[in-house]
């Protein structure tokens, strides 16, 4: 680093300074001295046996953390009886179902993410909105349990994806009782819905005493026994 003084009535003079790395490097001769190793073993000061190893020190981390979940299962856990609620059946008027997801003790991308299921036949609808609302629906209609499902993550917080997927169903209602045009002319192509096979009654085969089975094994065995005898003899 060079630093300019200026005296009156003298000329510039000029002072230069040697940073402290470079001042081992200066002349011949003169050895580097070297940097201790803080974490080399020759400079690690010798263990007397009088304190836990490393490993020990986070074996007994373990433990305390374990107690410590067990103090509060045995003293803060029954404090959360006086908060407990009733179970409510929902009601007729409650046919929104929004199902999200939460990790306990860690943050997880999927805990954005919101998913709502409605049953069509909820919605009171006609049988010509309902038409348009199925072909507006698209593949979100599952045909087996007759359920409009939709979820959406593209928003940060999960309150946002859930009131997007409030505004969409609205926009969805509000677009099938649209008298305009009711798409009356487009067919509704939906799959066909799975059909559960169920085994035929004529297979089962009727179930055996056990007492049956016993007296065969206890007969097989007598015979068996006599006819050793025989041979003894």
């Given at each position: ?152 993550e593209r928003f940060p917080h999960r309150k946002q994806n859930k009131k997007y997927l409030l505004d969409v169903l609205n926009k969805l209602i ?25 085994f035929p009654k004529e297979w089962i085969k009727a179930p055996v005493k056990e007492t ?22």
């Amino acid at each position: 680093m060079l630093r300019q003084v200026v005296n009156k009535g003298t000329a510039a003079r000029q002072f230069s300074t040697t940073s402290v790395a470079l001042a081992g490097r200066q002349g011949t001769g003169v050895q580097r001295r070297k940097a201790e190793k803080k974490f080399d073993v020759e400079f690690m000061p010798k263990f007397d046996f009088d304190d836990q190893t490393t490993i020990g020190h986070s074996l007994f981390e373990n433990i305390r953390e374990v107690r410590q979940y067990l103090r509060k299962t045995e003293f803060e856990l029954p404090k959360l009886n006086a908060f407990a609620k009733p179970f409510e059946a929902p009601t007729s008027d409650q046919i929104l179902r929004i199902k999200s997801h939460t990790y306990v003790g860690e943050g997880h991308p999927v805990e954005k993410k919101a998913v709502l299921n409605v049953k069509v036949s909820d919605l009171k609808l006609s049988a010509t909105e309902k038409h348009k609302f199925l072909l507006l629906s698209g593949p979100r209609y599952n045909v087996n349990t007759e359920e409009l499902v939709m979820s959406s993550e593209r928003f940060p917080h999960r309150k946002q994806n859930k009131k997007y997927l409030l505004d969409v169903l609205n926009k969805l209602i509000v677009e099938a009782k649209d008298t305009k045009d009711t798409f009356a002319d487009i067919p509704l192509d939906l799959p066909k819905p799975k059909q559960r096979l169920e085994f035929p009654k004529e297979w089962i085969k009727a179930p055996v005493k056990e007492t049956v089975i016993e007296t065969q094994v206890i007969d097989e065995l007598l015979d068996a026994v006599a006819k050793k005898e025989e041979k003894t003899v």
